[in-house]
């Protein structure tokens, strides 16, 4: 079974905090993406990870920032938190392009 | 921009009944269809999915149906059980900039009464 861990269920920061979400899967799998969900909005895409070192932006990148040092982490950066940032992320990977996402359980964070 | 849009964000069904989810697109390259489940405090997870070169696919209970013509694909489920009551997403994916980029929609909550 695919495994996708996210370091942190829930996390509480304050307003200009740099905060580091942290993912990991299991099955060296290429591709790593980063989303947020939030009510009304649906999943919408922040940044992903092809391969180690490289990333894209996604729709929605501005305030974030990503690192894939290693092709089993993707980590999403806040280098200033704010309140608007308060959401539930959702870390998901993929074999390829083509095949299904599997999803880690989330991470909801609250920035006060 | 939504490119991918479910209009009920809420549906309640009596347990053994239809579930019928609904789903619309603007986007005619969209090639590749999906739906995800999610229950609360987990991660979506794959359901059913279907090709744009298809009208229907089916699994078990659940059945995707797509009308390209009208931009709309549904999810049915028959017959409806408790457990799945959660939160379904639709799915679409295109290749954009030599990625297959996949666009959720904003999800349904679908309650399945016993």
């Known amino acids: 079974d695919v495994k996708v861990t996210q370091s942190s269920r829930y996390l509480v920061k304050r307003t200009g905090e740099k905060v580091f979400l942290e993912c990991v899967q299991d099955m060296d799998h290429e591709n790593m993406f980063w989303y947020r969900q939030d009510p009304g909005l649906g999943l919408r895409l922040i940044y992903f990870?092809?391969?180690?070192?490289?990333?894209e932006k996604g729709d929605i990148p501005e305030g974030y920032s990503v690192s894939r040092e290693k092709k089993e982490r993707f980590s999403l950066i806040l280098e200033s938190a704010s309140t608007n940032q308060t959401s539930m992320y959702l870390c998901?990977?993929?074999?390829?392009?083509?095949?299904?996402?599997?999803f880690g359980p989330g991470t909801r964070l609250l920035v006060l | 921009d939504q490119q991918v849009k479910q209009n009920s964000p809420s549906l309640s069904v009596q347990e053994g009944r239809i579930s019928i989810l609904n789903c619309d697109y603007t986007?005619?390259?969209?090639?590749?269809f999906l739906w995800y489940k999610k229950y609360p405090a987990e991660g979506p997870t794959f359901l059913i999915s279907?090709?744009?070169?298809?009208d229907k696919n089916e699994d078990g209970r659940f059945t995707v149906f797509l009308n390209k013509s009208a931009k709309h694909l549904s999810l049915h489920i028959v017959p409806s059980q408790p457990g799945d009551s959660a939160v379904y997403f639709c799915a679409a994916r295109v290749n954009s900039g030599g990625y297959q980029k996949v666009t959720f929609g904003t999800g349904t909550k679908l309650q399945v009464i016993p």
């Open positions: 990870s092809y391969d180690v070192k490289m990333k």
């Open positions: 279907i090709s744009s070169i298809k």
């Open positions: 986007n005619s390259m969209f090639d590749y």
């Open positions: 998901a990977s993929s074999r390829t392009f083509q095949e299904t996402q599997y």
